[in-house]
């Protein structure tokens, strides 16, 4: 006889976050039918579905230790699924708009959007590293770049010497070398 089929779904949750086996296998008997019909509904694809669901079921159980679930188990599941129908469908799009551009190089022998795409994924990249930077470097170094104000203006600007200056836009240069030298070929590997 199976005990956990008579646990209710917070005890379970309990027990699957102290890594039991069966209280997992317990859950995805109750809830993998139902969340792949769940999936199979939004993506219209039986296997998409299944992958989907096993990946999620994959991840709940490698992160079983830190699941941190406000509701029910059952909310958080089909939200879970939901999400991950959503990265699917963005996924799609992506693949999408590479393989339609892909379609107008054999057509026309040209990338018409490509050059575009590597020039905004590019700008996104260095936008994020660029607001990982500290702050007050961030600061300088937006001011230099963005707003084109020479050392002296921006030490005028922050109260600070153009020797200060001067040493925070280099070393924010630094860093974003650093941090985007494999991402320019990767960009231009991939597009």
Not at 5 to 21: I, V
Not at 26 to 45: D, G, V
Not at 102 to 126: K, Q, W, Y
Not at 128 to 151: A, C, D, G, Q, T
């Amino acid at each position: 006889m199976n005990i956990y089929r008579d646990l209710d779904d917070n005890r379970l949750l309990e027990l699957l976050k102290s890594s039991d086996h069966c209280a997992f296998e317990e859950i995805y008997k109750r809830y993998w039918p139902i969340l792949f019909r769940h999936a199979q509904h939004m993506t219209s694809s039986n296997e998409e579905a299944k992958d989907l669901i096993q990946d999620l079921f994959i991840n709940l159980w490698q992160k079983a230790e830190e699941l941190n679930i406000s509701g029910s188990l059952s909310s958080y599941l089909y939200a879970a699924v939901r999400y991950k129908v959503f990265d699917l469908i963005d996924k799609r799009k992506v693949k999408n708009r590479h393989l339609e551009s892909l379609g107008n190089f054999m057509d026309t022998g040209i990338f018409s959007t490509d050059n575009t795409v590597r020039e905004n994924e590019l700008a996104r990249l260095i936008e994020k590293e660029i607001s990982k930077l500290p702050l007050k470097m961030r600061e300088v170094f937006e001011l230099s770049r963005k707003s084109h104000l020479n050392y002296q203006q921006i030490s005028e600007r922050l109260h600070i010497s153009d020797e200060t200056v001067k040493k925070q836009v280099y070393n924010a240069l630094k860093i974003l070398k650093v941090r985007l030298a494999g991402v320019t070929a990767t960009l231009i590997f991939f597009f």
